[in-house]
């Protein structure tokens, strides 16, 4: 069973092991069982804890078993899974039995052949349907209903009681909703980073001083659900995470921070979504917001300028949209010969020697990257470059420097808008 939060093991196990029996009755005992909880399956089989133990079993000379029956098919493959375990117990002499073919598989009857593709494609069916209802209505209770789905709450929240669930068998059971409602020991210092951020102060100078005030970090403050956090102290990330929540804006979010399962090397990895237009967004306000609309949307993508030690601040126009065509990093900001500026060191620092077989570092000065613009795009052009910075973010366009030409294309980690007026090539435009 895939789940133990919402399946009970005795009753998912009889009735299987039910089918089994009545699958081998009269020809053979069960003399072992092996059942895994918890483990979806789209693991391979020896990915999971009980076949894995069944499949090293059969490998055994002095195993106690000749054949191996399952209870039900979905339970057990998804996709093309049923033939290589079929093909590894066959080169073990071992007998494979379904009860839908109610005899051991042979896959040299056409029978056979068609029935496992059919068992095959159900199987992966039922996943994708299964999972698509379940997304697509989470997806509604979240933007229509405005629910809270579950999970943490965010820094500066708690739960509340928000009455009965609206299912009726839910609500029997005594199951109830929940909703966010602002925290009184953690939700002035949410409001307080926001003020702090929209003055211009750096993330930094806000993590800092949030520990040299002793105030609790997420992990501390909520040690309950957040047990698997081990550090105590603030960092920048998570004051960058406070600052990019739109749920502090008083809507509820869904979505926002997906599970890649796809692959098998991102088996159930929490991963950010490439770009908003996955989100499920509540279309009212359905909690207490802790920042207005404006100063949120006002502050997303700001960046600190620092003054110099000469009292002097250094702006960098297009700091964040230059990026490495040689080792895909972004460009550091870099002030040469009293102009503004950017460099890539490939990763290299001071602290250790450069490797000889490193690229040569990539110099690039601000004002040839702004006239180079201007004249691509002369609809979005001026004097400071404030517009065409603008342009570039609205549309997800980034510029690659390193190579032989300069490049704007789209970036990879937002989506790819289509082609429009100025951008003729759409996600490549040649400078």
Request: charged share 25%; aromatic share 6%; glycine share 8%.
């Amino acid at each position: 069973m895939s789940t133990v939060e919402f399946q009970d093991r005795t009753t998912s196990l009889g009735w299987q092991r039910e089918v089994a029996e009545e699958t081998i009755r009269g020809r053979g005992v069960i003399v072992a069982e092996y059942f895994d909880e918890g483990h979806s399956r789209r693991l391979p089989w020896r990915e999971r804890p009980a076949a894995a133990q069944l499949m090293a079993a059969a490998e055994h000379p002095n195993r106690s078993f000749d054949a191996v029956v399952i209870g039900e098919y979905e339970r057990a493959f998804y996709g093309d899974q049923f033939n290589a375990v079929l093909t590894a117990l066959q080169e073990q002499g071992i007998r494979l039995w379904l009860p839908e073919a109610a005899s051991p598989v042979n896959l040299d009857d056409p029978v056979h052949r068609a029935l496992m593709l059919l068992l095959g494609s159900q199987s992966r069916r039922e996943v994708l349907r299964a999972r698509h209802r379940v997304l697509a209505a989470m997806g509604v209770q979240a933007r229509v209903q405005g629910r809270f789905l579950g999970g943490r709450p965010p820094y500066g929240y708690r739960l509340a009681d928000a009455g009965p669930h609206p299912n009726r068998a839910h609500a029997s059971w005594g199951r109830r909703l929940h909703r966010l409602e602002p925290d009184p020991a953690t939700a002035p210092w949410v409001r307080w980073i926001f003020q702090q951020r929209a003055t211009g102060r750096s993330v930094a100078s806000i993590a800092r001083e949030l520990n040299d005030r002793g105030i609790p970090c997420p992990s501390s403050a909520d040690r309950g659900r957040n047990r698997h956090r081990t550090k105590h102290e603030w960092i920048v990330r998570t004051v960058v995470g406070i600052l990019e929540n739109p749920r502090y804006t008083g809507r509820q979010v869904w979505n926002r921070h997906g599970a890649r399962t796809t692959g098998p090397a991102h088996h159930g990895v929490p991963t950010r979504p490439s770009a908003a237009r996955g989100w499920a967004k509540s279309d009212k306000v359905t909690h207490p917001a802790l920042v207005d609309e404006a100063t949120f949307l006002e502050i997303q993508g700001m960046r600190a300028a620092r003054p110099t030690q000469h009292g002097h601040t250094r702006t960098y126009v297009l700091a964040g949209l230059v990026q490495c065509q040689l080792c895909g990093r972004r460009l550091d900001s870099h002030w040469v010969n009293g102009r503004p500026g950017y460099r890539c060191r490939h990763g290299h620092t001071s602290a250790r020697n450069r490797p000889p077989e490193l690229a040569k570092n990539v110099y690039v000065r601000e004002d040839h990257l702004l006239d180079d613009l201007r004249a691509q795009f002369p609809k979005a052009g001026d004097d400071e470059g404030s517009a065409i910075v603008d342009y570039l973010r609205t549309n997800d366009l980034t510029i690659i420097c390193g190579g032989p030409t300069r490049v704007v294309k789209a970036c990879s980690s937002l989506r790819v808008r289509p082609a429009t007026d100025e951008t003729t090539e759409g996600q490549l435009l040649l400078l």
